[in-house]
């Protein structure tokens, strides 16, 4: 027992080795990770800080300070300090930073050790850095997405079916879009339900690792989070969630993924994380949405569950920053009242409406809300409510189950609508947004709709990136909604962008090698540095040409054509290799010639095929105009990839797909053979102008289709190539008879098929007679009757297409193969003598025959392959192995009979290859439908019976060596062990039993005591008695044992394979034969017509027709019409284009509608008339700035207060923030806005100081000034020059593009202060801020000549921002058209070309960036001219 552990090692060695192994790995991972937490909290320490309190200040008790830390919490300068003596505590003086002390991993324990990443931060922390430790220092994917959600942080009851739609639909979003998901991070309230979605869904999902949950927490409100702290990073840090213990502290939720813990210095506030919370979403929110080219930025979008006052300050502020809010209806509080009033009219919405909604739904909570903040909330909800196109309401019905996720992705896409903004802008950015998430729903839903007619090249861009990011279901809806393959693909430069972004696959691979190729050999490429692109080779569409030539076969032409426009490709060592166009490429469209002969469905079916996209590959499959040719080309591509591939499992998928795109060949062709039988077969042979010039029936060759081949069409056709010119419904009896009685071609004993066509032409003009006859009408308009060129066949003629006829060839040859074989065994049997008779010399002649024609047909290549190739091809070819051995044997077999002491040895060996030429005939029984098959079974169990053999001859050598040993002592003689050991044991299994085994039936007779005689075998060993001596119940019960094994057992199991192989091969044999076939009819297709021995003659005259005179060879009229075709043109030598109805080349509409199965021969696509007008849209990523003294533009955000046509009062004169100040307006509700209203609480700010641009002026001089609008929450002038109306003037300078009129223009100029162009204007008394006059002093005064000439388009007052009760703006809009052949217009321009941007002209068009009330203006002037807007 002791030594069986050392006895283990010993006998284990190997698995001891593995052991080590993976410990050795186990190591060299922990020293990896080690490095990483060095490195990562190297930089943490240096970057990231937390806040500590400096001042230790007595609070409520002895041993706390005012920052909510015990005594013992602080540092001992805090204690007493010097600096702080007889101080009040500030957060803001007192508080310092210091690096942090508490990052890493935090491990949360429990059931599936869940584990995140955590810093403490501070709340001065920029959010940049923030963004950076995200993404850099933890690895996270920058997001498709921000979902900030929001609401209720106590614990909140939320029913089964709404918590389970939100779990639901929060996880797929993020899944689906890559989102990350923001919330407060602690295990209570809507937190703790954002931690349930992750757990339930995310865990038990593949995709587990896409969600992101970062939790923004409050530091100094955390339970347990002294576990966080270590000076040199926790990894892990053990954090245990007590939730019965936390008393006024909260714990981390366990299901977050990241943690921001925000730290200001104190502690037990809530709250802390808010305000970094907020900058950090508007920094995640302002990065570009994918890569840097982007234009459009990361959207974000705020959910909100329950909550109370503060969450509605947080939706207030998000709605003002253009962030869409989607609110659950269901989830209580503040979420319900919103939802209740979101679809009343704002006059419904009243202070009673809240106060009602508030005492419903906060309970016991609203008896402590003062009535100032119910005033202040019912001002904000109908802001918010303003607002509908940031404001979504999910509800749950009995009629309608939507998801939240869908909510959440419409709520981003309605927000980009607001009224009449940027046009097509916004679209784009839906569709952007909807392609980035892959969500082919929201697009068909909120983008895609019947109300907009799309243009092509409006959408290019959108079909370029769904493809290059393998998005197949949006490729699809594009091409629905007018999307042209042909507009697309026309510019080269986006095929080229295609390569660009293909994935990493063998065809990217291959061209690599290709492209570096092709420099080596050239030695002329000079690798030069590029200042923003890696260094790399150069590539074009010819290099990709090439690789595509070499996966089709030589035998094809190019691709594309030469091209002089090249680009970058990375020839780095990584797995991914990319490509980047140069910037000296030209960016020309391909040539028109060029243009004419491309395919885009080609062109893009081809990318997808190459990179093994079988989605992608299937939607351009049915844009292809030759669709049957692509599928067999894919077929032969992939094929060709899969075996040159070194990747067992991509090669699998590449095999699989030929074979897909192999049926689709099929079921294209069953479909145009049902409905036209004559024009499939044209098909077949029809050289495609789109894949090389090559045929459809020598791709499916090529690829190995033997379904393809099978079909009954293809066969046909075959049959008919067979047949020659002779008709295939000649029985062979008669074909037979003629070709001995040959003078029988004069009659009709053979039917010509040129005799078929006049036959059937005769037929149809007589029926067209009859109906003409019987109706009285004429119906010849499309039919030109038969064809004058088509004469019956002269005798000559017959008779060379009779001998000529593959089928003819083949009967002669078959006759001429038994004559050799007869004249083989003749000398072999009778006249074999040592001088060479007659007979055995013409056997010398006729063998010389067949060998020349073995050299013919090794050296004809019609189809271009190359020696090499077709000495491959030819070598592959069973029958031609046996060829070659049969022509070896008799050579050799010659030579030794020639000679005297090898004569007997020469006649052994030619008796030996007669065995092969008789094997070797086995070769015409290919072309009989019944015994062809079965020549592939035997094939395949010689296969099986050879592998058999070996498991056989393990019991034959054990069991003869065995009895050998017992029976025979010491013979020495190698014959007789042999046939002892091996012969005799092999026929023991045929029945032939042994008598030396057996007392009974020994005779002594038989053998040879000593094994002197050579011709007996020696005796067993005997006693003194002459009997034998070894055991013969041991040698009986041996061979009993041997006859169960090798008789019934192997022998039955022999039987089982070959019956396995059989069904197994039986159900493919047909098909099998059929495409072998296809060989046997090339072969007697290109063969001389006469037999062996007199081809050698046909041989004679090739040779010195091709060697001596050097003539090329003659081509038929028949192949050189498709001398393109390759094996096509071998195949169109047995067809005659006169015979077969002539069809359209693979551009031609016809054709293509019969190429694709269910479409019949002619189907025209209809396109979609899509009218979509959609509402003018503004961008919802842009915040309204509160430091301008105007409307804020729409280009820079959706703001709220744009005038509303519906609304009775002023908005943007309520808004809370007063411009360039920090005085906020008192809440002014809608109902309580007219003077005439009672609001006995109303008490607006009316400051005394004007330093932030709010004047107060006397009390005495603001009652004789009302704003006639009504209330505005404010007293004084504000920001205005002046009590009372200030009167303002807009020039709106028009004139027309052109002289026909249908452009109309206007004059914009830059506000620099606003940053942003604007009308010429300004205030009247005050003409040194107008900014026309700041750009140009010449201009106004130019203008002001025209004043009078203007027409007034408004007058009165304007909602504006700056207005107070007592203040107001009221302007006027004059429109001054100019004409085109003014001086003042001369002058304008000049002053435009010269002011450097600052002066524009730009068209009239509801694509305008201008504030609200000048976009109204500009409205009204488009009317004045006629001119949609």
């Known amino acids: 027992m002791e030594m069986l552990p050392q006895l283990e090692n010993k006998v284990h060695p190997r698995e001891t080795r593995k052991e080590l192994r993976q410990y050795q790995l186990e190591i060299n991972q922990g020293i990896t990770h080690i490095k990483k937490c060095s490195a990562f909290a190297s930089w943490t320490k240096k970057n990231i800080c937390k806040k500590e309190c400096c001042f230790f200040v007595k609070g409520v008790r002895e041993d706390v300070c005012t920052c909510g830390y015990s005594k013992t919490d602080h540092v001992d300068e805090a204690i007493k300090p010097e600096d702080f003596t007889g101080e009040t505590w500030d957060r803001h003086r007192h508080v310092r930073e210091v690096p942090t002390d508490a990052f890493g991993d935090i491990s949360f324990g429990g059931l599936g050790q869940k584990t995140g990443k955590y810093v403490r931060v501070s709340t001065d922390t920029s959010p940049e850095l923030l963004y950076n430790l995200l993404t850099e220092q933890w690895k996270l994917s920058p997001p498709n997405l921000l979902i900030s959600v929001t609401g209720g942080a106590k614990n909140f009851y939320l029913k089964a079916h709404l918590k389970n739609m939100f779990h639901r639909g929060l996880i797929k979003v993020a899944q689906t879009t890559g989102a990350w998901i923001i919330s407060g991070g602690m295990h209570t309230g809507v937190m703790k339900h954002v931690g349930q979605a992750v757990r339930d869904y995310a865990l038990s999902s593949t995709m587990q690792g896409q969600i992101v949950a970062i939790g923004v927490a409050t530091w100094g409100i955390i339970h347990n989070r002294e576990a966080l702290v270590h000076s040199e990073g926790g990894f892990p840090a053990h954090y245990v969630m007590d939730t019965e213990s936390q008393g006024g502290l909260s714990c981390l939720d366990n299901n977050h993924t990241h943690f921001l ?354 989605e992608l590959a299937e939607i351009a499959w049915e844009q292809c105009r030759d669709c049957m040719s692509a599928a067999l080309a894919a077929s032969k591509i992939l094929k ?409 057992l192997l022998l039955n199991l022999l039987i089982a394979i070959f019956n396995f192989t059989f069904q197994q091969v039986q159900d493919n044999t047909d098909r099998i034969w059929k495409f072998q076939r296809y060989e046997l009819i090339k072969e007697y297709h290109s063969r001389p017509a006469a037999p062996p021995p007199f081809i050698i003659f046909s041989h004679l005259y090739l040779f010195i027709r091709n060697m001596v005179i050097c003539k090329p060879p003659i081509i038929s009229k028949e192949a050189r019409a498709s001398s393109d075709g390759g094996r096509g043109a071998v195949v169109l030598g047995g067809l005659d284009e006169g015979q077969i109805p002539t069809v359209h080349t693979a551009g031609a509409e016809p054709e293509h509608g019969a190429a694709h199965p269910g479409n019949g021969s002619k189907v025209v696509q209809s396109a979609k008339a899509l009218q979509w007008i959609m509402d003018s849209l503004k961008r919802p990523g842009f915040a309204a700035k509160e430091t301008q003294p105007t409307l804020t533009t729409t280009d820079e955000s959706p703001d709220i207060y744009t005038s509303e046509k519906e609304d009775r009062f002023h908005v943007n004169a309520r808004q809370f923030h007063y411009p360039n100040s920090n005085v906020a307006r008192f809440p002014v509700p809608e109902e309580k806005v007219p003077w005439e209203v009672s609001f006995s609480s109303y008490n607006p700010a009316c400051p005394e100081d004007s330093e932030d641009h709010v004047d107060g002026s006397e009390s005495e001089a603001l009652d004789n000034y009302r704003n006639p609008a009504g209330r505005t929450g404010i007293r004084g002038r504000g920001a205005l020059s002046h009590l009372g109306p200030n009167l303002n003037v807009d020039f709106v300078l028009t004139r027309w593009r052109d002289c026909d009129g249908s452009v109309l223009e206007y004059l914009v100029v830059r506000d620099e202060s606003q940053e942003s162009m604007a009308l010429p204007g300004g205030t009247v008394q005050s003409a040194d801020h107008t900014p026309l006059i700041r750009t140009c002093m010449k201009l106004y005064e130019e203008v002001n000549a025209k004043v009078s000439e203007g027409t007034k388009v408004f007058e009165g007052y304007v909602d504006d921002c700056r207005n107070t009760d007592n203040a107001w703006v009221e302007t006027t809009v004059l429109n001054i058209h100019l004409d085109r052949t003014s001086q003042v217009m001369k002058d304008i321009d000049s002053m435009v070309a010269s002011s450097h941007g600052a002066l524009q002209w730009r068209e009239v068009s509801g694509k305008t960036r201008l504030s609200s009330n000048q976009r109204d203006s500009l409205r009204k002037v488009a009317e004045l001219h006629n001119r949609k807007f």
Not at 433 to 439: D, F, K, T
Not at 537 to 561: C, F, K, N, W
Not at 1008 to 1032: A, R, Y
Request: proline letters at 4%; charged letters at 20%.
């Open 640 to 1048: 060709t990839m899969a075996e040159e591939g070194s990747d067992a499992d991509e090669a699998e998928d590449m095999q699989e797909l030929a074979n897909h795109y192999e049926k689709h060949a099929i079921g294209v062709f069953s479909e145009c053979h049902n409905s036209d039988e004559e024009r499939a077969q044209k098909l077949l042979v029809r050289a495609s102008p789109f894949w090389g010039r090559t045929t459809c029936l020598r791709l499916a060759l090529e690829a190995d289709n033997k379904s393809f081949i099978s079909q009954s069409g293809v066969q046909a056709l075959l049959t008919q190539i067979w047949c020659g010119e002779l008709s295939v419904v000649n029985p062979v009896w008669r074909v037979l008879i003629c070709m001995v009685f040959f003078p029988l071609i004069c009659t009709d004993f053979l039917v010509f098929r040129r005799d078929e066509v006049i036959q059937r032409d005769a037929a149809k003009n007589e029926e067209i007679k009859t109906v003409e006859t019987v109706t009285g009408s004429t119906i010849r308009t499309n039919y030109l009757g038969p064809d004058p060129s088509r004469e019956p066949l002269h005798s000559w003629s017959k008779l060379v297409y009779l001998y000529s006829s593959p089928q003819v060839k083949f009967y002669w040859n078959i006759v001429s193969y038994f004559a050799f074989l007869f004249l083989f065994a003749v000398v072999l049997m009778i006249d074999f003598q040592a001088t060479p008779s007659a007979g055995e010399l013409l056997l010398y002649i006729w063998l010389l025959s067949l060998v020349c024609e073995e050299v013919r047909q090794l050296f004809y290549d019609p189809d271009g392959f190359g020696f090499r190739k077709k000495a491959r091809i030819y070598i592959n070819d069973l029958w031609n192995i046996l060829d070659v051995l049969s022509i070896l044997l008799f050579v050799i077999g010659l030579a030794f009979r020639l000679t005297t002491e090898l004569f007997y040895a020469g006649k052994i060996l030619l008796c030996i290859d007669f065995v092969v030429f008789c094997l070797r005939l086995m070769a015409i029984f290919t072309i009989s439908r019944t015994l062809g098959p079965k020549i592939i079974i035997v094939r395949r169990m010689m296969m099986d019976m050879f592998f058999f053999m070996f498991l056989l001859s393990i019991w034959v050598v054990a069991y003869g060596v065995a009895k050998q040993g017992i029976l025979i002592q010491n013979d020495n003689r190698l014959e007789w062990i042999v046939r002892g050991a091996i012969y005799e044991p092999y026929l023991i299994i045929f029945g032939n039993f042994p008598s030396n085994i057996d007392y009974a039936a020994f005779d002594i007779n038989s053998c040879s005591i000593n094994g002197t005689d050579p011709l007996k075998p020696k005796c067993p060993v005997l006693n003194e008695n002459q009997t034998p001596v070894f055991p013969e119940w041991l040698t009986i019960i041996m061979l009993c044992i041997y006859l169960l094994f090798a008789n019934i």
């Open 261 to 614: 813990l925000v730290d200001d210095g104190t502690q037990g506030h809530y709250g802390v994380e808010i305000e970094l919370r907020s900058r950090l979403e508007k920094c995640i929110s302002g990065k570009h949405l994918g890569n840097e080219e982007s234009h459009m930025t990361i959207p974000v979008v705020c959910v909100v569950l329950d909550g109370g006052p503060g969450t509605l300050n947080t939706i207030y502020n998000a709605m003002l920053n253009g962030t869409p809010c989607v609110i659950l209806e269901g989830s209580g509080r503040i979420a319900d009242v919103i939802a209740q009033v979101a679809g009343l009219p704002l006059t419904r919405v009243t202070i009673a409406l809240i106060h009602q909604l508030m005492k419903k739904f906060f309970g016991q909570e609203y008896e402590n809300f003062p009535d100032l903040k119910i005033i202040e909330w019912t001002k904000k909800i109908q802001d918010i409510i303003r607002m509908s196109h940031l404001l979504t309401i999910f509800r749950i019905s009995e009629d309608n189950h939507g998801d939240v996720d869908v909510a959440i992705l419409q709520a981003l896409l309605k927000a980009s609508r607001s009224s009449e903004s940027l046009g097509i802008t916004c679209w784009k950015r839906q569709l952007e947004l909807a392609i980035a998430w892959n969500r082919v729903d929201i697009a068909e839903t909120e983008i895609f709709t019947e109300e907009r007619q799309w243009k092509s090249s409006d959408l290019h861009w959108a079909m370029l990136s769904a493809l290059v990011g393998n998005k197949p279901r949006f490729v699809s809806l594009l091409l629905e909604n007018g999307v042209s393959l042909r507009d697309f693909l026309q510019d080269e430069a986006n095929l080229y962008k295609l390569y660009k972004g293909l994935p990493s696959c063998i065809f990217l691979r291959k061209l690599a090698k290709r492209v570096q190729s092709c420099c080596s050999k050239r030695k002329a490429f000079p690798i030069k540095s590029r200042a923003h692109s890696e260094q790399g080779e150069m590539i074009s569409m010819t290099h990709v040409s090439d690789e595509v030539r070499h996966l089709l076969g030589s035998y094809t032409q190019a691709l594309y054509p030469p091209s002089k426009k090249t680009n970058h490709f990375n020839m780095s060592m990584e797995t991914s290799v990319s490509l980047s166009q140069s910037p000296t490429s030209s960016q020309a469209p391909l040539r028109e010639d060029v243009a004419a002969q491309r395919d885009p469905g080609r062109d893009l079916f081809l990318w997808a095929v190459v990179q093994n996209n079988k």
